[in-house]
């Protein structure tokens, strides 16, 4: 009993050992995820009710396996609601907060000076299961190091959806040139923007004109962008050198100048829901989206929904471009819990999670791995049957995937998508009735101070 | 406390020394403007922290590079005094503040001079349906206005098409796109600028109005010679105030038309929303948001230079 009560006499010798011992615990605590400790998550939350669910069943699985207590905010992106980008900016200027961020296009080359390289994560999904897309890849890395992760949670492309009755009506069959099944290029090789452009007015005529926006909204900004690819334009080349004035830039704004007159009146005013109310209304030939659109049909107008078709981009001159915007998971430097957070993104990645979390978004979300691009959920998705299958790209599609303002240096071309430049000079020259000359001395202007900022 | 005392006791004149300290303390203490600057202390310290310290730091901010990582001085400035498109985002920052703003102040004083001869419970019944648009979310009730005029499902346009003329395209027609935003922006502003007026009004005397009734005034004459000149400085502040609020107003714009058409109907915090974390150059959203700074600083010397002496001409 007395010696309990006498307290142990501490040396400074043994002040020191526990100093470094305490010093060195959140070294050991980060080796391993077993180690448990805690995560913070902040994920897109997704606008198909069903997926965020299971995302919260598999995140909370992995942390019970691994004792690791891990929190999941799920965080809107859109418009009116940009929870996600602002508490980006807020934590990345702050240095607190979540362990791991969700990021959507252009995000990962905004932040990346915060983020820890995820070289390891990626290097090692690529070599279970092949090559991200190049899209993925440009807007990931920075300085040839993955500074974030491709997900599938959010990706998506962005083709044609189109109306098979209207296409009928002018002796096309769409469900021929894009079977449900794997095909041939051949099949399909009559859908070009010629073709797009030929039946515009016909499509207005029937009081159908294609849901395509012109608007400064990612919807508009990305269909754009792929047809510029598609005759070979680019605002400014991956050197960074400004190619306003070339031919094939012409030859585009030309052809927005003849397709402006058939699309809606409104074009220039579109956001990201007039192209989907265009088709749920039954009102829109074609729109070039995400299966978003149909998924609210199939809900709401059930009679859109059964005679819609979903299938590439048209082909230009120099090829067919998709519009792809992936989605990115990244670790903030500041995490304590990296290993963690790596090991969770990665197990997140497996080709059974991003099975699972595919089939419980209808199949809307793209992977980013390509080889993942055979799932079953785009051959079962109805109505009516196999309307999605086209929706991954296959790889007898002979397209490319885009994303606007590429392959301009990232951090011009997020300056050029996010103020949507593109889509400025077609207004003015179809809408505004200005010049050529005066449309392409404007966007070199704008476009040299994006490069000089 | 009892240490202390004995302490200086003992030691004679250090104690006598430490006595005329304290209570030199303690008659600072009690004075009334100590008094006053320590309750105030912490209201200097929220406005320390949440006023003073974002401002110097949005301005330093506002220096440095795209990355953060290097100080630019004053080159987001002179960039954005050379952009076409900042250019544009002035002038409709000022048409659209200046345009709302004078409608709102015309329209709520109209609206408060009718209420003021509505008598009792009607006066509260239309004073409550009145204000309705001003404690509903913009961003809601500006998504009730876009399904009413955005383009070809438009309520609007259903109406239009009813009565035998064309739709017409309201977003997508630059001098349109403008009018829905103001119309939309006066639309939500107007009850504030009603319930002050009324306010006011109601505290002028009944007589006044009387005299003037007995020495013939026509109603016009008793609003420009009675009404407006008492009425003169709360529409200064209210148009003061208002301005400021209109000039950061972000979510009737960017929900109506995101700055469609060409960037027609951008304003000031569309604009660096669109710089800052769209195109994910924070300092240069920073200089853009600055921009409002001297201009509202201009209307407020002004505004406030002429409450200041109106009050003094009534002291």
């Given at each position: 009993m007395k010696a309990s009560t006498k307290s142990p006499r501490l040396t400074r010798r043994d002040a020191l050992k526990a100093g470094a011992a305490a010093a060195a615990l959140p070294l050991v605590h980060v080796q391993t995820a077993s180690a448990a400790g805690s995560l913070k998550l902040a994920f897109w939350d997704h606008w198909v009710p069903a997926a965020n669910p299971v995302m919260k069943k598999l995140v909370a699985e992995w942390g019970k396996k691994n004792h690791v207590d891990v929190t999941l905010d799920l965080l809107s992106s859109g418009a009116a609601n940009s929870k996600l980008p602002l508490t980006q900016a807020a934590e990345a200027l702050s240095g607190t907060g979540h362990d791991v961020m969700a990021f959507a296009t252009w995000d990962v080359q905004h932040y990346h000076q915060h983020l820890a390289p995820m070289d390891d994560v990626v290097g090692g999904l690529i070599k279970q299961y092949g090559p991200m897309d190049p899209v993925a890849e440009y807007l990931a890395k920075v300085k040839g190091h993955w500074m974030a992760l491709p997900t599938s949670i959010g990706s998506q492309y962005k083709p044609t959806c189109a109306r098979i009755s209207f296409f009928k009506s002018q002796g096309v069959d769409v469900e021929k040139w894009y079977p449900a099944k794997p095909g041939n290029a051949s099949t399909a090789a009559a859908w070009t923007?010629?073709?797009?452009?030929?039946?515009?007015?016909?499509?207005?005529?029937?009081?159908?004109?294609?849901?395509?926006?012109?608007?400064?909204?990612t919807d508009s900004v990305d269909w754009t962008g792929a047809v510029l690819r598609a005759f070979g334009g680019e605002l400014v080349d991956a050197k960074g050198d400004i190619k306003v004035k070339s031919d094939a830039m012409k030859e585009c704004l030309e052809y927005f100048q003849k397709?402006?007159?058939?699309?809606?009146?409104?074009?220039?005013?579109?956001?990201?829901?007039?192209?989907?109310?265009?088709?749920?209304?039954?009102?829109?030939?074609?729109?070039?989206?995400?299966?978003?659109?149909?998924?609210?049909?199939?809900?709401?107008?059930?009679?859109?929904?059964?005679?819609?078709?979903?299938?590439?981009?048209?082909?230009?001159?120099?090829?067919?471009?998709?519009?792809?915007?992936?989605?990115?998971?990244?670790?903030?430097?500041?995490s304590r819990n990296q290993s963690a957070a790596k090991e969770l993104l990665s197990w997140l990645q497996q080709r059974d999670r991003v099975q699972e979390l595919c089939n419980a978004s209808s199949g809307y979300d793209i992977p980013p791995i390509l080889?993942?691009?055979?799932?079953?959920?785009?051959?079962?998705?109805?109505?009516?049957?196999g309307t999605l299958y086209n929706y991954p790209l296959r790889p007898w599609h002979d397209a490319t995937t885009n994303v606007s303002a590429a392959p301009a240096p990232a951090h011009i071309a997020t300056q050029i998508y996010s103020n949507a430049t593109f889509n400025v000079m077609i207004t003015k020259l179809a809408k505004n009735k200005q010049s050529m000359k005066e449309v392409l001395d404007w966007a070199e202007r704008e476009i040299n101070g994006y490069i000089n900022m | 406390?009892?240490?202390?005392?004995?302490?200086?006791?003992?030691?004679?004149?250090?104690?006598?020394?430490?006595?005329?300290?304290?209570?030199?303390?303690?008659?600072?203490?009690r004075r009334r403007s100590t008094i006053a600057v320590m309750m105030c202390l912490p209201l200097f310290a929220l406005i320390a922290g949440l006023v003073v310290y974002p401002f110097f730091y949005s301005i330093y901010l506002s220096m440095l590079s795209r990355e953060m990582d290097r100080f630019i001085g004053l080159?987001?400035?002179?960039?954005?005094?050379?952009?076409?498109?900042?250019?544009?985002?002035?002038?409709?920052?000022?048409?659209?503040?200046i345009t709302a703003v004078f409608f709102k102040a015309l329209i709520g004083f109209i609206l408060a001079h009718v209420m003021h001869n509505i008598s009792g419970r009607d006066q509260r019944v239309w004073r409550g349906l009145l204000l309705v648009p001003w404690v509903i979310p913009p961003a809601l009730s500006t998504l009730g206005w876009w399904w009413m005029i955005a383009g070809s499902y438009s309520a609007v346009n259903w109406f239009l098409q009813l009565v035998g003329l064309h739709p017409v395209a309201w977003l997508a027609i630059t001098g349109w796109a403008r009018f829905w935003v103001i119309v939309v922006n006066v639309w939500f502003g107007t009850p504030f600028f009603m319930i002050m007026y009324l306010a006011t009004l109601k505290s002028v005397p009944e007589q006044l109005y009387e005299a003037a009734a007995i020495d013939g005034a026509t109603g016009l004459q008793k609003i420009r010679y009675i009404s407006l000149p008492l009425l003169r400085n709360i529409i200064s502040i209210t148009v003061l105030f208002s301005l400021i609020v209109t000039f950061a107003n972000f979510d009737i714009v960017e929900i109506l038309t995101a700055g469609a058409p060409a960037n027609s109907t951008q304003v000031f915090a569309t604009y660096a929303f669109q710089v800052g974390i769209g195109s994910g150059n924070i300092p240069m959203g920073a200089a853009v948001s600055l921009f409002i700074f001297p201009i509202l600083a201009i209307f407020a010397i002004f505004i406030l230079r002429g409450v200041n002496r109106r009050a003094k001409e009534a002291i």
């Amino acid at each position: 009993m007395k010696a309990s009560t006498k307290s142990p006499r501490l040396t400074r010798r043994d002040a020191l050992k526990a100093g470094a011992a305490a010093a060195a615990l959140p070294l050991v605590h980060v080796q391993t995820a077993s180690a448990a400790g805690s995560l913070k998550l902040a994920f897109w939350d997704h606008w198909v009710p069903a997926a965020n669910p299971v995302m919260k069943k598999l995140v909370a699985e992995w942390g019970k396996k691994n004792h690791v207590d891990v929190t999941l905010d799920l965080l809107s992106s859109g418009a009116a609601n940009s929870k996600l980008p602002l508490t980006q900016a807020a934590e990345a200027l702050s240095g607190t907060g979540h362990d791991v961020m969700a990021f959507a296009t252009w995000d990962v080359q905004h932040y990346h000076q915060h983020l820890a390289p995820m070289d390891d994560v990626v290097g090692g999904l690529i070599k279970q299961y092949g090559p991200m897309d190049p899209v993925a890849e440009y807007l990931a890395k920075v300085k040839g190091h993955w500074m974030a992760l491709p997900t599938s949670i959010g990706s998506q492309y962005k083709p044609t959806c189109a109306r098979i009755s209207f296409f009928k009506s002018q002796g096309v069959d769409v469900e021929k040139w894009y079977p449900a099944k794997p095909g041939n290029a051949s099949t399909a090789a009559a859908w070009t923007y010629d073709e797009l452009l030929k039946l515009a007015p016909a499509a207005k005529k029937a009081g159908m004109p294609y849901g395509l926006g012109l608007g400064q909204t990612t919807d508009s900004v990305d269909w754009t962008g792929a047809v510029l690819r598609a005759f070979g334009g680019e605002l400014v080349d991956a050197k960074g050198d400004i190619k306003v004035k070339s031919d094939a830039m012409k030859e585009c704004l030309e052809y927005f100048q003849k397709l402006v007159p058939s699309l809606p009146d409104d074009t220039v005013s579109y956001n990201d829901a007039s192209n989907n109310r265009a088709l749920i209304s039954g009102k829109g030939a074609l729109i070039f989206n995400p299966p978003s659109a149909w998924w609210v049909a199939r809900r709401d107008a059930i009679k859109v929904a059964e005679d819609c078709w979903t299938f590439p981009n048209p082909t230009g001159p120099k090829g067919k471009f998709v519009p792809y915007l992936p989605y990115f998971w990244g670790v903030w430097k500041f995490s304590r819990n990296q290993s963690a957070a790596k090991e969770l993104l990665s197990w997140l990645q497996q080709r059974d999670r991003v099975q699972e979390l595919c089939n419980a978004s209808s199949g809307y979300d793209i992977p980013p791995i390509l080889s993942m691009h055979d799932f079953k959920v785009w051959e079962t998705e109805k109505p009516p049957l196999g309307t999605l299958y086209n929706y991954p790209l296959r790889p007898w599609h002979d397209a490319t995937t885009n994303v606007s303002a590429a392959p301009a240096p990232a951090h011009i071309a997020t300056q050029i998508y996010s103020n949507a430049t593109f889509n400025v000079m077609i207004t003015k020259l179809a809408k505004n009735k200005q010049s050529m000359k005066e449309v392409l001395d404007w966007a070199e202007r704008e476009i040299n101070g994006y490069i000089n900022m | 406390m009892a240490d202390g005392t004995t302490g200086a006791a003992a030691s004679g004149v250090p104690a006598r020394r430490a006595a005329t300290r304290g209570g030199a303390l303690h008659r600072m203490a009690r004075r009334r403007s100590t008094i006053a600057v320590m309750m105030c202390l912490p209201l200097f310290a929220l406005i320390a922290g949440l006023v003073v310290y974002p401002f110097f730091y949005s301005i330093y901010l506002s220096m440095l590079s795209r990355e953060m990582d290097r100080f630019i001085g004053l080159f987001n400035y002179e960039y954005l005094l050379t952009s076409d498109t900042f250019h544009l985002v002035v002038f409709q920052s000022c048409l659209f503040a200046i345009t709302a703003v004078f409608f709102k102040a015309l329209i709520g004083f109209i609206l408060a001079h009718v209420m003021h001869n509505i008598s009792g419970r009607d006066q509260r019944v239309w004073r409550g349906l009145l204000l309705v648009p001003w404690v509903i979310p913009p961003a809601l009730s500006t998504l009730g206005w876009w399904w009413m005029i955005a383009g070809s499902y438009s309520a609007v346009n259903w109406f239009l098409q009813l009565v035998g003329l064309h739709p017409v395209a309201w977003l997508a027609i630059t001098g349109w796109a403008r009018f829905w935003v103001i119309v939309v922006n006066v639309w939500f502003g107007t009850p504030f600028f009603m319930i002050m007026y009324l306010a006011t009004l109601k505290s002028v005397p009944e007589q006044l109005y009387e005299a003037a009734a007995i020495d013939g005034a026509t109603g016009l004459q008793k609003i420009r010679y009675i009404s407006l000149p008492l009425l003169r400085n709360i529409i200064s502040i209210t148009v003061l105030f208002s301005l400021i609020v209109t000039f950061a107003n972000f979510d009737i714009v960017e929900i109506l038309t995101a700055g469609a058409p060409a960037n027609s109907t951008q304003v000031f915090a569309t604009y660096a929303f669109q710089v800052g974390i769209g195109s994910g150059n924070i300092p240069m959203g920073a200089a853009v948001s600055l921009f409002i700074f001297p201009i509202l600083a201009i209307f407020a010397i002004f505004i406030l230079r002429g409450v200041n002496r109106r009050a003094k001409e009534a002291i």
